[in-house]
């Protein structure tokens, strides 16, 4: 909208352009970075899910040390891969 100067009203702005006439389409994708390595990916998440498990029965301080850095190369491998995305 654009105000005319000498009133008190606003006069709305008018597009010239010319219209197309045709509908916006879908952007189309294709497959995710993550899913060209779904086995690699199921493979760290199983890790993952046996670290964990070993994590939560009873382990020293520097069993838990390891598992943690298991744990954290698996994740960061994921990462990598971009499983999940």
């Known amino acids: 909208s654009v105000v005319d100067a000498g009133a ?25 970075e993550g ?8 493979r760290h998440e199983k890790a993952i899910r046996q670290i964990d498990s070993a994590a939560r029965q009873g382990q020293s301080s520097q069993g838990q040390e390891w598992l943690r850095m298991r744990r954290k ?3 960061d491998e994921m990462w990598r891969l971009r499983c999940g995305f």
């Open 8 to 32: 008190r009203y606003y006069r709305p702005v008018v597009d010239s352009r010319p219209r197309s006439s045709s509908a916006v389409g879908l952007i189309e994708h294709g497959a995710r």
């Open 35 to 42: 899913d060209r390595n779904e086995v690699a990916c199921a």
């Open 73 to 75: 190369e698996h994740k």
